[in-house]
Every structure is written in structure tokens, then in C-alpha cells.
């Protein structure tokens, strides 16, 4: 598996490809299309990304001392950004989790071409995935 850093230069990378953010968040929504699916039984309130303007589910399990998250938006823009931060994080340790940087999402505009809401949104998706991280760290000691 893709350490987090590696995974995070590929993204940079492909966003790289795209000459205007028109064709980057046509991107971001093909990205949220190639969600898997989640259980529908993990579409809760308590896995509800508190602080986002489109409802977003989190579901985390731990698999092998790996975190495995799973998704869903129902905003397609909401969905590829949850999209691209499963694709960093899911399958990796909760310590790599908890230490890896977001730098990638400001390399590649992200946070500064997003509504203040979704910017928003997307600061509470990242601290969400972190949080499991922690909680699941805490267990593993």
C-alpha cells in the first residue's frame, strides 16, 4: 500500500493536468463517483461530518491495524472532496493518520477555490478523519 505522502503526490500530480478549475472540479466529481459504496446501515447521525453544508457520512473500521473509512455526500462537488481525502487516508495506520500533513490541499487550491462553507466543510472532514485516527491509536496502545 501507498504511504500517505505518495498518495498525496499523485493527487497533486493529476490535478496538475488540468488547466482551469472548471476541469479540476469536473475531476473532483468523477473522483466522488469512484466512491465505493457505503452500507447504508452506516448512514447515521453519529457518522455525519458536523460542520459541512451537504450531509456527509464517515464510517470507520480498523482491518489488520489499518484504518479503512468509507463515504457519501449527497452533493457531488462534497462527494469527490471526501473522495480524494478516503483515497489519502483509508487503508493507512492510525500514527501515519495522525501525523501526515494536509499540505496537498493547499497545493492544490483546494481550500481557496471552495465556498467558505465547503471550505469549511472540508476542514471538518479532515479533523473528523483524524479524530478516528486517534480514537483507533488509543486502542492499539
Do not use: C
Given at each position: 500500500?501507498?504511504?500517505?505522502?505518495?498518495?498525496?503526490?499523485?493527487?497533486?500530480?493529476?490535478?496538475?493536468?488540468?488547466?482551469?478549475?472548471?476541469?479540476?472540479?469536473?475531476?473532483?466529481i468523477e473522483l466522488g463517483k469512484?466512491?465505493?459504496?457505503?452500507?447504508?446501515?452506516?448512514k447515521t447521525d453519529d457518522n455525519i461530518i458536523k460542520g459541512c453544508q451537504s450531509r456527509v457520512w464517515v464510517h470507520a473500521d480498523l482491518k489488520e491495524d489499518k484504518i479503512v473509512f468509507t463515504a457519501d455526500?449527497?452533493?457531488?462537488?462534497?462527494?469527490?472532496?471526501i473522495a480524494i481525502l478516503i483515497r489519502t487516508f483509508s487503508n493507512q495506520k492510525p500514527k501515519a493518520i495522525l501525523e501526515a500533513s494536509t499540505a496537498f490541499i493547499d497545493e492544490i487550491g483546494l481550500k481557496e477555490h471552495l465556498s467558505p462553507t465547503r471550505a469549511n466543510g472540508l476542514v471538518s472532514m479532515i479533523k473528523q478523519l483524524k479524530n478516528y485516527a486517534l480514537a483507533y491509536q488509543a486502542k492499539l496502545n
Open positions: 500500500m501507498a504511504e500517505i505522502q505518495e498518495i498525496q503526490n499523485e493527487i497533486v500530480d493529476e490535478f496538475s493536468l488540468f488547466e482551469d478549475w472548471m476541469q479540476r472540479y469536473e475531476y473532483m469512484t466512491l465505493e459504496p457505503m452500507n447504508e446501515n452506516h455526500s449527497d452533493a457531488i462537488i462534497t462527494k469527490g472532496i
